[in-house]
RNA sequence: GGGCGAUUAGCUCAGCUGGAAGAGCGCCACGUUCACACCGUGGAGGUCGGGAGAUCGAGACUCCCAUCGCCCACCA
């Protein structure tokens, strides 16, 4: 490192630093990652690329902060830093917002109209009625709006101080990323790990997709329990005898297939292998036995229909029961009734919502005697897609698979055993990972029947009568990648055969947005497409991200890593908490109390803001604070004063090397609590532990501002004493070069502002501080520091400035801290004004203060 | 129902391998000291959620309980 003479500012400020140093980092590529480098010589991090389509709150600053203070750890410890930035752009979040911004809805079966417009830029009013849009049309608006979104973005973190290399980012929608989809996918499609399959799927109605098992959560939801008879068809029976049922959903009586109780259900156990007649529809069904069956729901003996909800699934395939399907994509009920059903009792049903069907039918049932008594209300989870309004229903489909264990035990298992072989902070983020893992129940769903996402690289031949041949699959090159089927055309026919029987078609649908975010460590480091970088950082150190989505992004960047790589992406997992209310409850937007990131670093200077952040243990959910805040502030304006006020007495006159010059034993022992606060933060920070490291930077940094300087800076100034001053000044400037590194990963600004008042080189590359290894006596310069603190005591109960003079001291101490009390004779007569000061035996360390008579005024 | 985490000063939280209860904020009082009023000095304030156990010794270790939060689970 170049030491300058120091050129300080007569006034030091925070305001307006973070441009200045954003822009000079900028210029002087202060964070450029240039591969070729060695693997080990490389600290890699698979950046969470942020939903450019949602908003900026705090909790981006606050997660992406604790990464950037590690990358900053990591860089100045001698790393070449590998922090790239990745745009999730693609999916159904940028759809729903363009539609929202632009007023506008896709329909693929509109033309394309060139240099359209939409009608609003922004807020389109609410009774608006979105404009119906051709396919590309729809996905020009979505790049238009994607890259207004990033540079927003961009333009926060920029602020924010992430030490990002802006030269390595990527988006889940660019060229980068759909060739990396494709390509792994095909892959998958080779080694047998990706299908697909005609099966009941949970579906949204109102996006008209199909959903992931990771994407639903429970809602609990009002529903009511329908008491309904089942006539039995042995003794034709709908009296008294006849087999009662409980449901919540009347709706899908015309979709009953079976009636099922437990085996070892006593009150059943007459009627399994007979049959029952459904109400109203007259369609007879088995009553069969299964151990899900649970005997204390309801009436003990449940409906099964094709579907109510994914135990119906089960029971459908394990039982090998016939299908009756009643409910359409659009979540109405079919025209036409499935088999056997009564026509004339279904058709009133023909196309209303599952809602309208409910109260029909229950009226239906009603008017015929067979709803016995009222429907008993109850609260009961119900399964949604996380984005979506109404509950998910199951309709059958073909959809794209990629297995994740999920039917595999074999490989569940070597899933959870990557688990093992990443360090997760904090550690017991791992249970969730295997608590997920273990709870599969199927394989991963990829295929969305949406627009705006990676095409799924497939097309079909399709036979004599145009139907597609979905097993005899026409795959591209890996060379042609990215493709589109809907425009591309497989090799062998021409665009003129498309949807022509003896023709081919294009697979429709797009991928899941983790399927392509499950790269993101392949993407960004440059898999296949710069084998240099790639070996230079794959697989990375660090995956950071927030603990909700282990499920998905993080549990789908391992299994795609194990299938092409059979090893784990990185090698340490950190996962960042919540943001909380003041109150403790999860920030949201409903409750109006989401506060601007901008806001706040205007407000309190950036530095203050991520000190907010930094404060926080890894993994723990936190409060919003102002307070922290304000305290963040404070310190970053105090490491200013005190790097001022510690470079204005200069460098030492004596031009020796710091172990020759620190030559007064109160300022070896200074130095020795530096090194093991050195110590204890370069551990904390090798353990991901940024909160640590600034908990202890911190705690010293004030003890050595209120403390140590008071107690020599009058000798520092002490022209009489050169020797005593320099080594004053040496152990002073040797401490304030190391406070200045060790907050340089967590106030990056202020750190750097005040190291260029006597560095050429900006301190983010710079070395990490290391020990001094002076061997001085930690313990030394505590009873001194305790003496002052007794002075200091005395003045304040009497109630003077601590300037006031003192006549004499007695100090009384146990022999054994008398050395150290002697050493540090002469600066506490200076910091505490003390004519005279006398240390003599005493049990305990206590002090005798006579202030001096006040000067007459 | 299963799993995980939390419970320490009014508030937000440290207290990592067991050895005399800590910090900041807030509050009170005092002080404009030649780096800092975005300041300094001092003070008050806690039977560490409850119970039991092992230990010379527990906020920390073991077990049980309570409360709160999160994740997961099969919607009759």
């Known amino acids: 490192m170049t030491t300058t003479a120091a050129n300080v500012p007569d006034k030091p400020s925070l305001d307006g630093i973070e441009a200045r140093w954003a822009a000079q980092w900028d210029a002087d590529g202060t964070y450029r990652f240039e591969s070729p480098v060695p693997r080990d010589q490389v600290f890699s991090i698979d950046t969470p690329p942020p939903t450019v389509s949602g908003s900026l709150h705090m909790g981006h600053v606050f997660s992406y902060t604790h990464t950037d203070t590690i990358a900053r750890y990591r860089r100045m410890s001698g790393k070449a830093v590998f922090y790239p930035m990745g745009w999730d752009d693609n999916g159904l979040p940028t759809e729903r917002r363009v539609q929202n911004y632009y007023g506008v809805r896709c329909d693929p079966s509109q033309p394309y109209q060139p240099g359209f417009e939409p009608?609003?830029?922004?807020?389109?009013?609410?009774?608006?009625?979105?404009?119906?849009?051709?396919?590309?049309?729809?996905?020009?608006?979505?790049?238009?709006?994607?890259?207004?979104?990033?540079?927003?973005?961009?333009?926060?973190?920029?602020?924010?101080?992430?030490?990002?290399?802006?030269?390595?980012?990527?988006?889940?929608?660019?060229?980068?990323?759909?060739?990396?989809?494709?390509?792994?996918?095909?892959?998958?499609?080779?080694?047998?790990?990706?299908?697909?399959?005609?099966?009941?799927?949970?579906?949204?109605?109102?996006?008209?997709?199909?959903?992931?098992?990771?994407?639903m959560e429970d809602r609990e939801r009002p529903a009511a329990y329908h008491k309904i008879p089942f006539e039995r068809t042995d003794t034709g029976d709908d009296g008294p005898g006849a087999i009662e049922i409980d449901t919540t959903r009347p709706e899908l009586l015309p979709a009953c297939v079976a009636l099922v109780a437990h085996p070892d259900d006593e009150r059943y156990q007459p009627y399994f292998g007979s049959t029952v007649r459904t109400p109203l529809f007259g369609v007879e069904v088995p009553v069969v036995a299964h151990e899900l069956a649970q005997p204390d729901k309801g009436t003990g003996i449940a409906m099964i229909c094709?579907?109510?909800?994914?135990?119906?699934?089960?029971?459908?395939?394990?039982?090998?029961?016939?299908?009756?399907?009643?409910?359409?994509?659009?979540?109405?009920?079919?025209?036409?009734?499935?088999?056997?059903?009564?026509?004339?009792?279904?058709?009133?049903?023909?196309?209303?919502?599952?809602?309208?069907?409910?109260?029909?039918?229950?009226?239906?049932?009603?008017e015929a005697g067979l709803l016995i008594g009222e429907p008993r209300p109850i609260e009961h989870p119900v399964k949604f897609y996380e984005r979506g309004e109404r509950p998910l229903e199951i309709v059958t489909s073909r959809q794209w698979y990629i297995r994740n264990g999920g039917r595999d035990p074999e490989?569940?298992?070597?899933?959870?055993?990557?688990?093992?072989?990443?360090?997760?902070?904090?550690?017991?983020?791992?249970?969730?990972?295997?608590?997920?893992?273990?709870?599969l129940n199927g394989d991963w769903l990829v295929s969305r029947q949406r627009f705006f996402g990676v095409p799924i690289p497939v097309w079909y031949p399709l036979d004599d009568q145009g139907e597609p041949r979905y097993d005899d699959l026409l795959l591209p090159d890996e060379s042609d990648l990215p493709i589109d089927p809907s425009t591309d055309v497989p090799a062998g026919y021409t665009e003129e055969q498309r949807g022509r029987p003896g023709g081919f078609t294009g697979d429709p649908d797009i991928f899941d947005t983790w399927a392509t975010s499950s790269l993101t460590p392949m993407i960004a480091g440059g898999w296949e497409d710069d084998p240099e970088l790639f070996a230079s950082v794959f697989p990375m150190d660090m995956r950071p991200q927030a603990h909700d989505i282990i499920?998905?992004?993080?549990?789908?960047?391992?299994?795609?890593?194990?299938?092409?790589?059979?090893?784990?992406?990185?090698?340490?997992?950190?996962?960042?908490?919540?943001?909380?209310?003041?109150?403790?409850?999860?920030?949201?937007?409903?409750?109006?109390?989401?506060?601007?990131?901008?806001?706040?670093?205007?407000?309190?200077?950036?530095?203050?803001?991520?000190?907010?952040?930094?404060?926080?243990?890894?993994?723990?959910?936190?409060?919003?604070?102002?307070?922290?805040?304000?305290v963040g502030r404070k310190l970053a304006n105090?490491?200013?004063?005190?790097?001022?006020?510690?470079?204005?007495f200069g460098e030492p006159t004596d031009g020796a090397e710091l172990a020759a010059g620190v030559t007064h034993p109160v300022d070896a022992s200074m130095l020795a609590k530096l090194d093991a606060v050195v110590t204890e933060a370069t551990s904390a920070f090798e353990a991901f532990d940024y909160a640590r490291a600034l908990e202890r930077t911190e705690a010293f940094f004030w003890w050595f501002c209120d403390d140590y300087v008071e107690l020599v800076k009058g000798r520092t100034y002490d022209a009489a004493r050169p020797?005593?001053?320099?080594?004053?000044?040496?152990?002073?400037?040797?401490?304030l070069s190391s406070l200045q590194r060790l907050f340089a990963p967590t106030l990056p600004f202020a750190a750097e502002e005040a190291w260029s008042w006597w560095h050429d080189v900006s301190i983010?590359?710079?070395?990490?501080?290391?020990?001094?290894?002076?061997?001085?006596?930690?313990?030394?310069?505590?009873?001194?520091?305790?003496?002052?603190?007794?002075?200091?005591?005395?003045?304040?109960?009497?109630?003077?400035?601590?300037?006031?003079?003192?006549?004499?001291?007695?100090?009384?101490?146990?022999?054994?801290?008398?050395?150290?009390?002697?050493?540090?004779?002469?600066?506490?007569?200076?910091?505490?004004s003390i004519r005279e000061l006398t240390v003599v035996e005493g049990g305990s360390l206590s002090t005798d203060v006579l202030l001096a008579e006040p000067s007459a005024p």
């Open 119 to 215: 009608p609003f830029r922004g807020d389109p009013p609410k009774k608006h009625q979105a404009i119906p849009i051709s396919r590309p049309n729809f996905l020009e608006l979505c790049d238009e709006l994607v890259e207004l979104d990033e540079q927003v973005f961009e333009d926060l973190f920029k602020r924010l101080g992430l030490s990002v290399d802006w030269n390595h980012h990527y988006a889940t929608i660019d060229e980068r990323s759909r060739r990396a989809g494709q390509r792994a996918f095909l892959r998958n499609v080779a080694r047998g790990e990706a299908y697909s399959q005609e099966a009941p799927t949970l579906w949204d109605i109102d996006f008209r997709t199909a959903v992931a098992q990771a994407e």
């Open 306 to 366: 094709t579907f109510g909800d994914t135990t119906d699934v089960t029971w459908w395939r394990e039982l090998n029961l016939p299908m009756r399907s009643i409910i359409g994509r659009d979540g109405r009920l079919l025209p036409d009734p499935p088999g056997g059903v009564d026509p004339r009792a279904y058709a009133p049903l023909a196309g209303l919502t599952v809602k309208q069907a409910q109260r029909a039918i229950v009226e239906q049932l009603d």
């Open 411 to 439: 490989l569940r298992a070597a899933l959870i055993e990557r688990g093992t072989e990443v360090t997760w902070h904090p550690a017991h983020m791992q249970h969730r990972y295997e608590n997920w893992v273990e709870g």
């Open 551 to 630: 499920r998905t992004w993080l549990f789908a960047t391992m299994t795609r890593s194990h299938h092409e790589f059979g090893r784990v992406p990185w090698t340490h997992a950190a996962l960042s908490g919540w943001i909380l209310d003041p109150d403790r409850k999860k920030m949201s937007k409903s409750k109006g109390n989401v506060v601007t990131p901008m806001d706040l670093f205007d407000q309190y200077g950036t530095d203050a803001v991520r000190y907010w952040a930094g404060s926080a243990r890894p993994g723990v959910d936190t409060a919003f604070s102002e307070d922290q805040m304000k």
């Open 638 to 648: 105090k490491l200013l004063n005190v790097s001022k006020f510690v470079l204005q």
């Open 723 to 735: 020797d005593a001053a320099n080594s004053a000044k040496h152990a002073l400037r040797a401490a």
């Open 764 to 832: 983010h590359a710079s070395p990490w501080p290391t020990v001094t290894g002076l061997g001085g006596d930690v313990t030394l310069v505590d009873p001194a520091i305790e003496a002052l603190r007794l002075v200091r005591r005395a003045k304040t109960e009497a109630k003077v400035s601590q300037r006031a003079e003192v006549a004499t001291v007695t100090v009384h101490a146990p022999a054994e801290l008398h050395p150290a009390l002697d050493a540090a004779c002469a600066d506490l007569v200076d910091a505490g």
